[in-house]
């Protein structure tokens, strides 16, 4: 079965604090995508970025950073020297069976206290 | 600007009627989605279509319908048999997939409450 898993239901730091939001998969396909969701209290998703399944090289962008390991099916994202402005829901999604399908973790939800 | 609009943001029904959300993109995406999410949950999908004239039900169909016409439009329509219709409804698109995985583009979505 293709699911998503995001163990932390809520996350609390202190302004300036590192935190790293876990992303665990599973999908019997050899080629899959998967991305990064954060929803402000606004309420619309944006995108924050896309990996696809042939390349495990970690990103950065800025203070943003993802991890992704085959070998232990997850997908990690660390926010560093962390800002109010980061308090949101972030989701994780795989897409799989030839890009037809999209599976959403719960999410997690971060606050960022100053 | 490219992108997904829905509308209206806020709506409020009384028990026992129809209503119906918009979603429109000129983002020339074949594929677009409808989601639920309730206060501190993730996105439940309603419904899906891949290519004008064709949906399939998502996770929660019952006591949705929707109508996929035009490429640009997938409205979807909360009818009388949906028992706990208060939520927060988001529309999606994508391309299609095939040789394509890009990301879903979500538009702001639309909160129902029902009176």
């Known amino acids: 079965a293709q699911k998503v898993t995001q163990a932390q239901t809520e996350i609390s730091v202190v302004e300036k604090e590192d935190v790293t939001l876990d992303c665990v998969y599973e999908?019997?396909?050899?080629?899959?995508?998967l991305f990064w969701y954060k929803q402000p209290p606004s309420g619309e998703l944006v995108f924050l970025i896309r990996?696809?399944?042939?390349?495990?090289q970690n990103e950065i962008s800025g203070r943003y950073s993802w991890n992704f390991q085959k070998s232990t099916s997850s997908f990690n994202f660390t926010i560093t020297a962390s800002q109010v402005v980061d308090s949101a829901v972030y989701f994780c999604?795989?897409?799989?069976?030839?890009?037809?399908?999209?599976?959403f973790g719960p999410g997690t939800r971060l606050s960022v206290l100053p | 600007d490219g992108g997904i609009t829905q509308s209206p943001k806020y709506l409020f029904r009384k028990e026992g009627q129809n209503v119906t959300l918009s979603c429109e993109q000129n983002?020339?995406?074949?594929?677009m989605y409808w989601y639920r999410q309730d206060p501190g949950q993730g996105l439940r999908l309603i419904y899906y279509?891949?290519?004008?004239?064709?949906?399939q039900k998502g996770d929660i169909a019952e006591g949705y319908s929707v109508s996929r016409e035009k490429k640009e439009s997938f409205p979807l329509t909360v009818t009388s048999a949906q028992k706990n219709p208060t939520a927060f409804y988001l529309c999606?698109?994508?391309?299609?997939?095939?040789?394509?995985?890009?990301?879903?583009?979500f538009g702001p979505g639309t909160r129902l409450t029902v009176l």
């Open positions: 999606a698109s994508s391309d299609a997939g095939g040789s394509s995985y890009n990301e879903q583009f």
């Open positions: 999908t019997r396909d050899t080629t899959y995508y």
């Open positions: 990996r696809n399944s042939f390349d495990e």
């Open positions: 999604a795989l897409r799989y069976n030839y890009g037809q399908n999209f599976v």
């Open positions: 983002l020339n995406h074949d594929a």
């Open positions: 279509s891949q290519i004008v004239n064709d949906f």
